[in-house]
């Protein structure tokens, strides 16, 4: 095993977009770097765009790195890991980004007892704005957790969590881009109603969002603080409010971030 060498098994787009980020940020070198998928385009499109060693053995991967991102999707887990779990030796840190697969799933799938971080990026991180929740199993020491949570923010904000919390990351951060998207397609529609071209109505939207989420983030106020600032009196947003709030706007966003948390505890 090379020391300090970052795996990959599974080289699909979340895999894509946290190698990009750690390479832009040069938190990790190229060669550094080793990852393997079954499709023959992932592997070449991955050497192509990020000139890090690719294979389509996964063991290969297991036996060559130090940290290993389990990056398949929850159906293939099992598959994957009784592949690479005879490889795997107490001193590599597995690092899971499966949904719904919990620190218990993935050491019954070892057999054994092994360092396990488990970690639930979203698809922003495509664009290095990425939120990740992680945690950890007893095993996994403070400098291991510190090292994997600079990787994963080189592509966003990573903040760690009890296991018994990432349900609700996956509610309030990994599924809620779909609820966002949905909010400026909507916002984007009214525009178009009130007259505006679609492709302008879509850029003023999704800026609209880009910059309330950022005022949340860099002020530190309440974002209900924020939206009083926005609401004058006898003004239009103030109209706009109080029908977003007569059918129920909030209770349905709770109610839908609800919905997530429970069918990922089904998982």
């Given at each position: 095993?090379?020391?300090?060498?970052?795996?990959?098994?599974?080289?699909?787009?979340?895999?894509?977009?946290?190698?990009?980020?750690?390479?832009?940020?040069?938190?990790?070198?190229?060669?550094?770097?080793?990852?393997?998928?079954?499709?023959?385009?992932?592997?070449?499109?991955?050497?192509?765009?990020?000139?890090?060693?690719t294979t389509k053995d996964n063991k290969e991967v297991a036996q060559e790195a130090?940290?290993?991102?389990?990056?398949?999707?929850?159906?293939?887990?099992?598959?994957?890991?009784?592949?690479?779990?005879?490889?795997?030796?107490?001193?590599?840190?597995?690092?899971?980004?499966?949904?719904?697969?919990?620190?218990?799933?993935?050491?019954?799938?070892?057999?054994?007892?092994?360092?396990?971080?488990?970690?639930?990026?979203?698809?922003?991180?495509?664009?290095?704005?990425?939120?990740?929740?992680?945690?950890?199993?007893?095993?996994?020491?403070?400098?291991?957790?510190?090292?994997?949570?600079?990787?994963?923010?080189?592509?966003?904000?990573?903040?760690?969590?009890?296991?018994?919390?990432?349900?609700?990351?996956?509610?309030?951060?990994?599924?809620?881009?779909?609820?966002?998207?949905?909010?400026?397609?909507?916002?984007?529609?009214?525009?178009?109603?009130?007259?505006?071209?679609?492709?302008?109505?879509?850029?003023?939207?999704?800026?609209?969002?880009?910059?309330?989420?950022?005022?949340?983030?860099?002020?530190?106020?309440?974002?209900?603080?924020?939206?009083?600032?926005?609401?004058?009196?006898?003004?239009?947003?103030?109209?706009?409010?109080?029908?977003?709030?007569?059918?129920?706007?909030?209770?349905?966003?709770?109610?839908?971030?609800?919905?997530?948390?429970?069918?990922?505890?089904?998982?």
């Amino acid at each position: 095993m090379k020391k300090g060498t970052i795996g990959f098994i599974g080289l699909g787009n979340m895999a894509k977009a946290m190698i990009g980020g750690m390479l832009e940020k040069g938190i990790v070198r190229p060669e550094e770097l080793i990852g393997a998928d079954k499709s023959e385009f992932a592997v070449k499109e991955a050497a192509e765009r990020f000139h890090i060693q690719t294979t389509k053995d996964n063991k290969e991967v297991a036996q060559e790195a130090e940290i290993l991102f389990l990056a398949v999707k929850p159906q293939f887990m099992a598959e994957a890991v009784a592949e690479i779990k005879d490889c795997i030796t107490d001193d590599i840190l597995i690092v899971s980004i499966a949904a719904g697969k919990t620190i218990g799933n993935l050491t019954e799938l070892f057999g054994k007892e092994i360092r396990i971080v488990r970690c639930m990026p979203n698809t922003p991180a495509l664009v290095l704005a990425g939120c990740t929740g992680i945690c950890r199993n007893e095993k996994v020491s403070d400098d291991q957790m510190g090292r994997v949570t600079e990787l994963l923010a080189s592509f966003g904000i990573a903040s760690e969590v009890p296991e018994g919390l990432m349900d609700a990351v996956v509610g309030v951060s990994g599924s809620a881009p779909a609820y966002v998207f949905l909010f400026i397609e909507a916002m984007a529609d009214g525009a178009v109603a009130a007259g505006m071209p679609r492709k302008q109505a879509y850029e003023f939207a999704a800026q609209a969002v880009l910059g309330s989420a950022k005022m949340v983030l860099e002020t530190g106020k309440h974002p209900g603080e924020l939206k009083d600032m926005v609401c004058s009196p006898a003004g239009t947003t103030i109209e706009a409010v109080k029908v977003l709030e007569e059918k129920g706007f909030r209770g349905i966003v709770m109610d839908a971030v609800e919905a997530c948390v429970k069918r990922s505890k089904e998982m």
